[in-house]
């Protein structure tokens, strides 16, 4: 099972958005409903942003929302704040019962 | 608060064996389907394994690379998670998160702080 395709980073300035793609196949972002994003800052374990596509674990400020369309899953960060410089991954329920990560985005708050 | 602490970690030679540990608290462990999870130094995030709890089937479900080779196990009357790993590569060199689904069902929303297990001659 290869990794979920993310971009390597992205970048805005404080009150911007910012989306991070995160594309896979048919086997598993395609298939399921059940993608999940988590935020990981340096040297932390990493953290539940987004499940399930778009529902958010409670905690988890409304700037963070998911989507998906095909094979292809959103994560958008609206009025982007320094807190959330950091490393975002994506993860997908993957047939034959497994799952799979995305390759990381590190996302830059200029 | 549910809590994950993992131990276990260190030095083991190519080829060599380590079992991983982590012991649950905070929750009902034995209802907990527990996945580990592990970050390679530098890179991503990937998913190793998963078993059930035992009124789910108690099965087991691993990573392709992972598959023979790492065996995953827990013990209810203990609140312990397993991770036995055998012929270790160099490549299996990685920080270990023991994590599981509590609130939400499909996701990973607990994850301990991590151990590092380096494979190395």
């Known amino acids: 099972q290869s990794a979920l395709t993310q971009p390597r980073s992205v970048s805005g300035s404080p009150g911007q958005s910012v989306t991070i793609s995160c594309t896979g196949t048919?086997?598993?972002?395609?298939?399921?409903?059940?993608v999940s994003w988590y935020q990981q800052h340096p040297g932390k374990a990493p953290k539940l942003m987004i499940y399930?596509?778009?529902k958010r674990p409670s905690g988890v400020p409304d700037r963070f929302s998911g989507s998906k369309s095909g094979n292809t899953a959103s994560l958008t960060i609206s009025g982007l704040q320094a807190e959330d410089e950091a490393d975002y991954y994506c993860c997908s329920y993957a047939t034959g019962y497994t799952y799979v990560f995305g390759s990381g985005t590190k996302v830059t708050v200029l | 608060e549910a809590q994950l602490v993992e131990s276990g970690g260190g030095l083991v030679e190519p080829g060599g064996s380590l079992t991983l540990s982590c012991a649950a608290s905070?929750?009902?462990?034995?209802?907990?389907?527990m996945t580990w999870v592990r970050q390679t130094p530098g890179k991503g995030l990937e998913w190793v394994g998963r078993i059930k709890s035992k009124t789910g089937g108690g099965t087991t479900d691993y990573a392709a690379p992972m598959k023979g080779r790492f065996t995953i196990s827990r013990d209810d009357s203990k609140n312990t998670l397993f991770l036995q790993m055998n012929s270790l590569r160099t490549e299996d060199t990685a920080v270990y998160y023991c994590?599981?689904?509590?609130?939400?069902?499909?996701?990973?929303?607990?994850w301990g702080q991590g151990t590092l297990v380096t494979v190395s001659s």
């Open positions: 048919s086997s598993d972002v395609g298939g399921y409903n059940y």
């Open positions: 994590t599981t689904n509590i609130v939400v069902v499909s996701a990973m929303d607990y």
């Open positions: 399930d596509v778009t």
């Open positions: 905070g929750f009902t462990f034995s209802d907990a389907w």
